[in-house]
């Protein structure tokens, strides 16, 4: 570690570990070798107990560039939080952050740094989905349905924030610090990133990247980042799925309503029991239309559309919801309530999702999203 007066840099490269000893060396070694001939520096944040600070301590002392630590003896907020706390301390205002396995590969960070120097973006996420990139560093099919999975819930939850970023779960991106306010993050878990763009109106170009194989050590992901990751999500975001939900809560009473009237009246039961459905998926139409993807609309397709795709979307989801329910009761021998909430939790997020994404899709993406380009930084609030 150097001490003393410290030259100003151009970037830092901000690097979050935990207990990754084995990687420390070759990040640094492949890092300055891409950012050589520009003043920069690279800045773990070490919440380790392996060694991994000691390590680090090694390779900066002969490091071509230099190489900075804080190590975090309590550390809080996990990798978001050691994230936060590297904007805090970096030399300079251009952070690139990335993780410190060698997923991310070091040599993608000049590209990143020239895309932000060109001074009409905020923020450049690397992206594993954009034309170009890849994810094939993701350990098993489980993590990729997992990610893919994820990052479509989060689209829904997020369409106009995010509408130019194909991979929000992305650690590797650079940014400009001064354009986000760190006070209002809070960093918890993972996705820190997804932080940063939901709470901030930055304006986003994203560059592909290959998302390679750990160099050494294991993974830190686990099913508890998993739990932070949706604490995350509904801490964000109860904005648009919450109305949603409220809407068909209130649509699950009235159907009951319904069927009770009509049953009164002695309507036959069934009969009762289909046009509570119907009467019920087309005022939650019209309900949501007007409290919930009210700002969507304009640049969706048709009212009549619109209409059409949601109400086939609802009937073909209550008539597939029943099935599986038997399913899940008659061959995993669920209880009924159990099987009852799980498959309208699961349907609850699969018709979120498609509504968000496809009822309220924009019309016409690439003259959109062009015409918007042209246009100063702006709060696109959802
Ligand atoms: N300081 C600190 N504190 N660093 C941490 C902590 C922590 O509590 N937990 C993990 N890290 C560091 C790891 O040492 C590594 O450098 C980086 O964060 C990513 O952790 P991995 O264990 O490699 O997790 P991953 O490969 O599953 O996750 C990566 O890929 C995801 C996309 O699939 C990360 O980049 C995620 O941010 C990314 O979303
Ligand atoms: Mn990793």
């Known amino acids: 570690m150097r001490s003393g007066e410290q030259p100003a840099v151009d970037v830092t490269v901000v690097v979050p570990t935990f207990n990754e000893r084995g990687n420390v060396a070759e990040l640094v070694r492949r890092a300055a070798a891409a950012l050589a001939g520009r003043r920069a520096e690279i800045l773990f944040v070490d919440d380790s107990n392996d060694g991994t600070d000691d390590e680090i301590a090694r390779v900066a002392s002969d490091a071509p560039i230099p190489v900075r ?34 997923q991310h590969p070091p040599e993608k960070i000049p590209e990143i740094v020239d895309r932000l ?25 489980s993590r990729h349905l997992v ?19 194909t991979d929000p779960m992305t650690g590797f991106f650079g940014v400009d610090r001064t354009r986000i306010d760190l006070a209002t993050l809070k960093p918890r878990g993972f996705k820190i990133l997804l932080e940063i763009l939901v709470r901030s ?36 975001r109860f904005g648009k799925m919450s109305g949603f939900a409220l809407i068909g809560a209130l649509g699950a009473v009235a159907n009951v309503a319904i069927v009770w009237l009509l049953t009164e009246a ?6 009762a029991a289909v046009i509570a459905a119907e009467v019920t ?44 329910m038997v399913l899940l009761v008659e061959r995993l021998g669920m209880s009924s309530a159990v099987a009852t909430a799980i498959t ?29 380009q042209d246009q100063p930084a702006r709060d696109r609030a959802v």
């Open 69 to 102: 630590m804080i190590h975090r003896d309590r550390p809080t907020a996990g990798l978001g939080g050691a994230v936060v706390e590297g904007f805090r301390a970096a030399r300079s205002d251009v952070c690139v952050v990335m993780d410190g396995d060698l």
């Open 117 to 141: 120097a060109e001074g009409d973006v905020d923020i450049v996420p690397g992206s594993r989905y954009v034309g170009g990139g890849s994810a094939t560093g993701l350990a098993d099919a």
């Open 147 to 165: 990610s893919r999975a994820s990052t479509l819930v989060t689209h829904a939850m997020f369409p106009v924030r995010l509408r130019q970023v």
């Open 201 to 236: 109106p930055l304006r986003v170009a994203e560059v592909p990247f290959e998302f390679a194989d750990r160099f050494a050590g294991a993974s830190k992901a686990s099913f508890r980042q998993g739990l932070h990751f949706i604490q995350q999500l509904a801490l964000l």
């Open 266 to 271: 002695h309507v036959e039961y069934i009969v």
């Open 281 to 324: 998926i087309v005022a939650n139409f019209l309900a949501a239309e007007h409290w919930v993807f009210r700002d969507m609309r304009e640049n969706a397709r048709g009212f009549w559309r619109r209409f059409v795709s949601s109400f086939v979307f609802n009937n073909v989801e209550s008539a597939i919801r029943i099935p599986i």
């Open 344 to 372: 309208l939790a699961v349907a609850f997020l699969v018709r979120f999702t498609f509504h968000s994404l496809v009822v309220y899709a924009p019309r016409k993406e690439r003259a959109r999203s062009a015409a918007e």
